[in-house]
Antibody, heavy 119, light 108 residues
Framework: DVQLVQSGGVLVQPGGSLRLSCTAS????????MHWVRQAPGEGLVWVAH????????HYADSVKGRFTISRDNAKNTLYLQMHSLRDEDTAVYYC????????????WGQGTLVSVSS | EILLTQSPGTLSLSPGERATLSCRAS???????LAWFQQKPGQAPRLVIH???SRATGIPDRFSASGSGTDFTLTISRLEPEDFAVYYC?????????FGQGTKVEIE
């Protein structure tokens, strides 16, 4: 079975840093694009970043560009999101998602990680 | 960035009724790549429709969708209790990918 298991939630102070992880199993991780999508409390879904299977192509939403870095370790079947200079408005549940590319968008999602940015 | 506007914000219906959800894009996007996701409280989104009108694996045929260009519709022919949730449209044809703000389908 396809599974995406994310690291646990955390509280971090404004200006702080944090790395999220998402470990995949049940599929050939290295050939899939992977995404991070976030959802602030009570709000809708917002795309954050994505990375090609070989990490040869990466894109970010403007709201996180220069502060967040998406990466992957295909030997460990793990996706990462390194977050720096965190702000109150970064408080959200962060989801990782698998993207088969082509006509089917993100078809499997992780369980989500709650990131709370507060002093 | 392509803005997706969903209507209505909330749909109050009874089980067995028909639900019609709308999604309008601020401009066209590539390949008519429009998806619909279902999300229940405390859960990750679940893919329902891709490519504007194709049901995802395991989605019952009471779910149907249509549209092209900038106007898209999701229809649930007869609401089952498990269908009450928030539905998001999502365009993945032209980066950056964007989502609508959601339509909540609630029990009347």
């Amino acid at each position: 079975d396809v599974q995406l298991v994310q690291s646990g939630g955390v509280l971090v102070q404004p200006g702080g840093s944090l790395r999220l992880s998402c470990t995949a199993s049940g599929f050939a991780f290295s050939i899939y694009w992977m995404h991070w999508v976030r959802q602030a409390p009570g709000e809708g879904l917002v795309w954050v970043a994505h990375i090609k299977g070989d990490a040869g192509e990466i894109h970010y939403a403007d709201s996180v560009k220069g502060r967040f870095t998406i990466s992957r370790d295909n030997a460990k079947n793990t996706l990462y999101l390194q977050m720096h200079s965190l702000r109150d408005e970064d408080t959200a549940v962060y989801y990782c998602a698998r993207d088969p590319v082509g006509s089917i968008p993100c078809d499997y999602w992780g369980q989500g990680t709650l990131v709370s940015v507060s002093s | 960035e392509i803005l997706l506007t969903q209507s209505p914000g909330t749909l109050s219906l009874s089980p067995g009724e028909r639900a019609t959800l709308s999604c309008r894009a601020s401009q066209t996007f590539d390949n008519n790549y429009l998806a619909w996701f279902q999300q229940k409280p405390g859960q990750a989104p679940r893919l329902v429709i891709h490519s504007a009108s194709s049901r995802a694996t395991g989605i019952p045929d009471r779910f149907s969708a249509s549209g092209s260009g900038t106007d898209f519709t999701l229809t649930i022919s007869r609401l089952e209790p498990e269908d009450f949730a928030v539905y998001y449209c999502h365009q993945y044809g032209t980066p950056p990918w964007t989502f609508g703000q959601g339509t909540k389908v609630e029990i009347e």
